[in-house]
Each structure stands twice: as structure tokens, then as C-alpha cells.
């Protein structure tokens, strides 16, 4: 048989070929050859084979046929049929393979090898291809070349135990690690650093045994800083930087939470802080891993400082990778050095004009986190000038912060008012939905506002009516004080002159508009229906209302019958139910700002502290569970002193869980309904406020519900001061994945006997590797002091695949019900 083409000259071939058929072609005609030839067992050139072989297999062809020709090779005892041979192994297998059981004695034997050149190649192929069975069944000889004293082995074999290392097998590996870094050869101090920190990170016992080693971390680090030119580890003038940045992450884990070997390590810190080089992009890496470290550790607050000015400086790089680096670093900071941080607010604001997004959004969470009561004003007119101008994929999270930071640091009322407007005027369209609600809020509860904001939102209504939001709170306004506005009552600006029938004009106008919602047109009904009393022109209302009395919205055309049957049979009763409304009871969010980090994203929430309502209203036994999968226009099943619309016997509200086979007693008759005062829709959008009074703390333990697949929720309990039948439950939901946990939903469903009212969640992001919680709100009624079960379904997404699961929580703590 003649000899085969050589790897070039079948290279050369096939680069020839001018079209995909013609490659094809040539690619089978010599996969032929090559199979004649390996099954003529011709040793002279099967290394060229398995080489073509390889080749071919990178270029998307079959090559699984050689996978024994590439054992045979590892069995030969000429080095260059072993390279060919343990390449391909590691291309063309796979643990999958039953091939893979019978290269572990070749690997096992070339690791004994006489020949330092063979041994690594066997090194090489296991921590390619090496199976957890191979692993174990290899690791006494891993550990005995752990111990050699050939550097070119140890750097090899200290990475290859980092694929070995699980818990079991750690002390094996433990006394070879003693001598690792006395190794003056550079690539072994690597390899060993990256093994001592993949120990620490798996197992807490290895991270306290190793902690000793810090003052020898500590001077080997002195001594990279120190040392002269090297050719052979400089880059850009400084000396070995990948090791510095190793042995950095390393001192990160060894100092944290421990005072001794923070303090061991703050000097060495603060010189790789003040000496390092930072007009390349090596000596940026060196920082920045070093500003990790300090503030990882328990470090002194002048070092503290020293990094977060190293991170304000990193602002002001050109770089973008640098300047978004140091935005997040100071978004993690900001919470423990807030005022260091202030220092760098005018940096920080210049980044919402970069033209990357990336470092745009870094730089909004962080201005948000800034905000205070000193630099509200300063602040927020920066942040309503981004939100001005910023692309729509900013606008809702920059209009939450804004709101937010408003009612938390507002220096007036009216500062207040005006600026929730302006986010109105500027993004309506990508608000929360609870944004009405609360403007509402807080304008009933400014008594002395209102004329002015009437009149502010009547000329925002003439300007523009596609924002539903604000003209939804100007049709409430209006609807309440209409008198106000026609009779130019304003102090705080110049009245304008205003008639009954304009005003009426322009809310007939909006239930015409093409622009408005259904909800948007109900506001408009209800707020003509309320002018009934503030105004005479009741005989033209009458006809607006009695026109949607046949309207095909069917919510619409509710409200206009009950307004119709308002003007015919219950006239005398109008102006007591179409009254204003009275100032709403107001909870303070006192609680703080948290950043909360999802996804390569942060977002800003606001902590506020839950208070519960006396139990003003019998608790209609027949509606077993609240809408779980409703938003904020769901009535509570607890019912708070808010009237709401009369329960049906038979309970409208879905168990949304399918069946949950939780037994209980029956249902009692409904209670009687109560009247309302008010149209239903405009109360909806009020039932998300948490209208509650104070909790007591009480002695109850914490417990966790679900500890699942990274997720863990755990609950904490509270005990209401006004009415002890109620509990309230506030989840802790964490996640120790590497990824976010993205849509994340939380319902819950209890037995007849109890009533239960989920609030709305802080967020719908578990940010990764345990860097945030989300936290819910549960309020149980239990007024049998029956013991408390729930069942629980979870939902969310991870790494772009939607997970569901469903629990069964018996265990709470005896206190929590009883």
C-alpha cells in the first residue's frame, strides 16, 4: 500500500477545494484511505493518520473512528505517538465513551513515567478529559508528584488537584500543600495559589488551617513589589502581575471576617495601593483587585478611604471597562462608606451623560444611592434631567428611584408634589402602577396644596393627555376639587380663569380619547359624577352619565347605572356619598434604601416597615384565598377600614394553586356588605398602600420554609399589637446561585379556616451568590388558634429556563400560631 498523504499536503488539498461538495468529496476519499489503513494494523504511519483524523475533526467531519488508533498511539513508547495520541484522546473522547475506562491505566502508568515530558502529558490529558472515577481512582498518584520537587511537574499537578479537590479527598492532598509557596519558580507559586484558593473556598476548616499562612503570602507579595526588572515576568514595568492579582484574591478570603489577618495584611495593602503604576492597564488590574481586598477585609478606615479615592480616580479613566468597574465596586461600598463615596457625587453624575448604557446604569443606581436630605434638591434635578432625555429602556427604573427618593428625603410637600408630577409629565407611560395611588396620597393628605395642585394638573391636562398616570390623578383631582379651580383659589401661583364647562369639556374629552385606558376613562366618569355637587351644571352631568349607561365597557357601564340609580332614587343621599374624600392615614417609610444587585443590574428598594390595622369589618369566611396571581387592585381578604364592594357567598377569589387539599372547617355566611362611598376602581388602586398600624416584636424564631436548588426562603414573625389573631409572616428569599433569579414569584395558600393577605414583593430579582434577599409580606388571621400550615409555589427563572416548584410548610414554631 503506498504511503499515505502527509497532514500538509491534505491541508493544502482541501484549501484547494472550491466549493462544499468538492471538500466533502476529498474529506471521505481520504477518511477511506485512512481507515484501510488502520485496519491493515500499519503502526509506520498511524500517528499521521490519527493527525489528518484530528484535523478533519475540526473542521466539523465524523472522526469517532480513531478514538482506538489514539489508544494504541498512548500506548506506544515513542514520544511523539503519545502527543498525537493523548491529543486525540482529549478531542475525540469524552466520559460518555466506554474507551474512557481503559485510558485511566494508561494515564496511571505514564504518571509513574520516568520521563518528566510524559508525565505532563498524562497531566495534562486528566485535567482535560478526567472523570470524577477517574479522579479518585488517580489521586494517590496525583498527590505523590505533588510532592516531587520538579517544577515543571508541581506547576501542572497544583492544577490538577484543584479538579480533584472535593471535601473527602482533601486531606490526602493537605500535607503536600505545606511547602507550595517556599517554591521560588514563579509558575508553581502561581498554580499553587490558585489550589490553596480553590481549598478555601470549598471547605471552612481548610479556610482556618491556611489562615497561617498569610505573613508568607504577605512577603512573597512585598517581594514582586520590591524586586528589579525581570524579562521573563515583567509586563509593562510591573513584575509578575498575574501572581500579585492571585495572591490578592487570596488575602481576600483569608481577611475576611478575620482581625488577625487583616491586620497582618493593611500595610502591604496600602504599599501595593500607593506604589503600584496605574498609567497601564496592568497596574488598573493590581488596583482594583486591591481595592476588593481592602474592602473585603476588616481593614482600617483610612485604607478604606485610600481605595474608594482609587476608585474615584478609576472614574475619570478614559477606559470604559475601568470607569464601569468602579462605578459597581462603589455601588457595593456605598451602604458602609457612604460619606467617602459623597465625596466623588459630581464624578459619579458626569457618568449619566456617557454614551454607554452599561456605565449609565451603573451611574443612575449609584446617584440614586447617594440621595439624601443635604443633596436632594442638587440630586434630583440631575436624575429629572436624565430621566428627560435617557432612552426608554432607563425610564421606569429612573422614575422608581425618583419616587422613592422623593417621599423618603422631600424637603417640602410642595417640592414633593412637583416633582412626582414632572416624572409624571416626563414618563408616565413607565411608572409603577402604584404611582397614582400614592400622588393621590399625598395630595389629599396636603390640605394647603390643593387649589395649587389642581390648577397644576388641570394645565398638564391641556397640554398633553397621552400619560395615563397623570391624567388619571388629574381626573381624581379635579373630581374633588373642581370648586377649588373654578374659583381661583390658588395662593402659590397665578389663578387662571377656569368655567364649569370648560372643565367638564375636557373630561368628556377623555372618555372619547383614543389615548385613554378603561381605567382612565372610569376616573373620568367618576370625577364628573363628584362635580355633581360642586358644581350646577348637574342636568348636563346627567346626560354624560346616563350616555355610558349602555357603554360596551362592562366596568363603565356599572359605575353609570349606579350613578343613574344615584340621580333617581337616592338623590337626597348624593352629597353625603360624593363627599371628599378624608385625609388618608399616611405610613412613614422610614426604613432604608437598599440597593439590591440582579443580573449585572441593581435596583433600588425601599425597606419600609409594615403596620396592621385594627379588624374593623366582620372577615367574609367564604373567600378562602386572595388572588395570588392579582396586582394591586385585589381587596384583601383581611379587610381594613376601606369599604369595599359586597362578597358573593360562594367566594370569588380563585385558589390560583389548583388543589391544595387543605381541609377546613365550612364557610360561615358571608358578612353583610358594606355601602360605598366611592366607585370601586378609583379605591383599587389604594389598596396597595400599606395602611397598617405598628408591630410589636415578638419572641418568635425565625425559620426557613424552602432550601432548595440554590433558593432559600426563610420567615420571620411578628405578632400585631391591635388584634394578636394576626401574624404577620415577612419572607426571606435568597439565592446562592451564580446566576440571578429573574421573574420571581412568591404565593402562598392556607386552609379555610385562616385568611391570608400577601403584600406586594420588594423586588422580582434574587441577585446571585447571596449578594441580596427579597423580602414579601404575609398577614395570617388565625382567629381559632389553629396550628398554621401552607403551601407554597415558587417561580422564577434561572440562566433563561422558567422553574416551578411547590412545598408544604407544617413546621412553624408553636408561638407563631398560638
Not at 108 to 123: C, E, I, P, R, W
Request: glycine share 4%; proline share 5%; net charge neutral.
Amino acid at each position: 500500500m503506498p504511503a499515505p498523504i502527509r497532514l500538509r499536503e491534505l491541508i493544502r488539498t482541501i484549501r484547494t477545494a472550491r466549493t462544499q461538495a468538492e471538500e466533502r468529496e476529498m474529506i471521505q476519499k481520504e477518511c477511506a484511505a485512512i481507515r484501510s489503513s488502520f485496519r491493515e494494523e500499519d503502526n509506520t504511519y498511524r500517528c499521521r493518520n490519527v493527525a489528518k483524523l484530528l484535523y478533519m475533526h475540526m473542521l466539523g467531519y465524523p472522526a469517532h473512528f480513531g478514538q482506538l488508533e489514539c489508544l494504541k498511539l498512548i500506548a506506544s513508547q515513542k514520544f511523539t505517538d503519545k502527543r498525537i495520541g493523548y491529543l486525540g484522546a482529549m478531542l475525540l473522547l469524552d466520559e460518555r465513551q466506554d474507551v474512557h475506562l481503559l485510558m485511566t491505566n494508561c494515564i496511571k502508568n505514564d504518571l509513574n513515567h520516568s520521563t518528566q515530558y510524559v508525565q505532563g502529558l498524562a497531566l495534562c490529558t486528566l485535567g482535560c478529559m478526567g472523570s470524577s472515577e477517574m479522579c479518585r481512582d488517580l489521586a494517590g498518584e496525583v498527590e505523590k508528584l505533588l510532592k516531587t520537587s520538579n517544577s515543571y511537574l508541581r506547576k501542572k499537578v497544583s492544577l490538577i488537584v484543584v479538579k480533584c479537590c472535593v471535601p473527602e479527598l482533601m486531606e490526602m492532598f493537605l500535607p503536600a500543600t505545606k511547602n507550595l509557596l517556599s517554591e521560588k519558580n514563579h509558575g508553581v507559586l502561581h498554580t499553587s495559589v490558585v489550589l490553596l484558593t480553590e481549598m478555601c473556598e470549598r471547605s471552612p476548616d481548610m479556610l482556618a488551617h491556611f489562615r497561617k499562612l498569610v505573613p508568607q503570602l504577605v512577603r512573597i507579595l512585598k517581594n514582586l513589589i520590591m524586586s528589579g526588572y525581570s524579562p521573563e515576568h515583567d509586563v509593562s514595568g510591573i513584575s509578575d502581575p498575574f501572581l500579585q492579582v492571585r495572591i490578592l484574591r487570596l488575602l481576600r478570603i483569608l481577611g475576611k471576617s478575620d482581625d488577625d489577618s487583616s491586620e497582618a495584611m493593611n500595610d502591604i495593602l496600602a504599599q501595593v495601593a500607593t506604589n503600584t503604576e496605574t498609567s497601564k492597564n496592568v497596574g488598573n488590574a493590581i488596583l482594583y483587585e486591591t481595592v476588593l481586598t481592602i474592602m473585603d477585609i476588616k481593614s482600617e478606615s483610612g485604607l478604606r478611604v485610600l481605595a474608594i479615592n482609587i476608585l474615584g480616580r478609576f472614574l475619570l479613566n478614559n477606559d470604559k471597562n475601568i470607569r464601569y468597574v468602579a462605578l459597581t465596586s462603589l455601588l457595593k461600598t456605598v451602604q458602609t462608606d457612604h460619606n467617602a463615596v459623597q465625596r466623588h457625587r459630581s464624578t459619579i453624575v458626569d457618568c449619566l451623560k456617557d454614551l454607554d448604557v452599561s456605565i449609565k446604569r451603573r451611574a443612575m443606581e449609584l446617584s440614586f444611592a447617594l440621595v439624601n436630605g443635604n443633596n436632594i434638591r442638587g440630586m434630583m434635578k440631575e436624575l429629572l434631567y436624565f430621566l428627560d432625555s435617557c432612552d426608554p429602556e432607563f425610564k421606569a427604573d429612573c422614575a422608581s428611584g425618583v419616587f422613592l427618593a422623593a417621599e423618603k428625603y422631600a424637603p417640602s410637600k410642595r417640592w414633593h408634589i412637583d416633582t412626582i408630577m414632572r416624572v409624571l409629565t416626563t414618563a408616565g407611560s413607565y411608572v409603577r402602577d402604584d404611582s397614582v395611588p400614592n400622588l393621590i396620597q399625598l395630595i389629599t393628605n396636603s390640605v394647603e396644596m390643593h387649589a395649587y395642585t389642581v390648577q397644576r394638573l388641570y394645565k398638564a391636562l391641556l397640554d398633553d393627555i397621552s400619560q395615563q398616570p397623570l391624567v388619571q390623578v388629574a381626573s381624581w383631582c379635579i373630581g374633588e376639587y373642581g370648586d377649588l379651580l373654578v374659583s381661583g383659589q390658588c395662593e402659590e401661583e397665578e389663578p387662571i380663569q377656569v368655567t364649569e364647562d370648560e372643565v367638564l369639556d375636557v373630561l368628556e374629552g377623555l372618555l372619547v380619547s383614543n389615548l385613554s385606558t378603561p381605567v382612565t376613562r372610569g376616573y373620568s366618569l367618576t370625577a364628573i359624577m363628584k362635580l355633581s355637587t360642586r358644581f350646577s351644571s348637574v342636568n348636563r352631568i346627567k346626560k354624560v352619565v346616563s350616555i355610558y349607561g349602555s357603554s360596551i365597557d362592562v366596568e363603565l357601564q356599572q359605575r353609570a347605572v349606579e350613578y343613574n340609580a344615584l340621580f333617581k332614587k337616592y338623590d337626597h343621599m348624593r352629597p353625603a356619598l360624593l363627599e371628599r374624600m378624608p385625609i388618608m392615614e399616611k405610613s412613614a417609610s422610614n426604613g432604608p434604601t437598599e440597593i439590591v444587585q440582579t443580573n449585572g443590574e441593581t435596583e433600588p428598594s425601599v425597606v419600609e416597615p409594615k403596620h396592621l390595622p385594627p379588624v374593623t369589618q366582620p372577615v367574609n369566611q367564604a373567600n378562602d384565598l386572595l388572588d395570588l396571581l392579582g396586582g394591586n387592585d385585589v381587596v384583601p381578604v383581611i379587610q381594613t377600614t376601606m369599604p369595599t364592594k359586597p362578597a358573593s357567598a360562594g367566594g370569588e377569589l380563585l385558589d390560583l394553586l389548583g388543589d391544595l387539599s387543605l381541609s377546613g372547617g365550612p364557610a360561615p355566611a358571608p358578612a353583610s356588605s358594606v355601602p360605598t362611598s366611592q366607585p370601586s376602581f378609583l379605591m383599587d388602586g389604594l389598596s396597595s398602600q400599606p395602611l397598617f398600624n405598628d408591630i410589636a416584636a415578638a419572641a418568635i424564631p425565625p425559620m426557613t420554609a424552602y432550601n432548595k436548588n440554590g433558593l432559600k426562603i426563610d420567615f420571620t414573625f411578628e405578632r400585631a399589637n391591635p388584634n394578636p389573631n394576626i401574624a404577620v409572616i415577612t419572607i426571606h428569599a435568597s439565592n446562592s446561585t451564580e446566576a440571578d433569579m429573574t421573574d420571581f414569584v412568591f404565593q402562598a395558600a392556607v386552609p379555610k379556616t385562616f385568611q391570608l393577605q400577601l403584600l406586594s414583593p420588594s423586588s422580582n430579582v434574587v441577585p446571585a451568590l447571596n449578594q441580596g434577599t427579597v423580602t414579601q409580606v404575609i398577614r395570617v388571621l388565625n382567629p381559632q388558634k389553629q396550628q398554621l400550615r401552607m403551601r407554597i409555589k415558587l417561580t422564577y427563572t434561572l440562566k433563561g429556563s422558567p422553574v416551578q416548584d411547590l412545598a408544604e410548610v407544617n413546621n412553624f414554631p408553636p408561638q407563631s400560631w398560638q
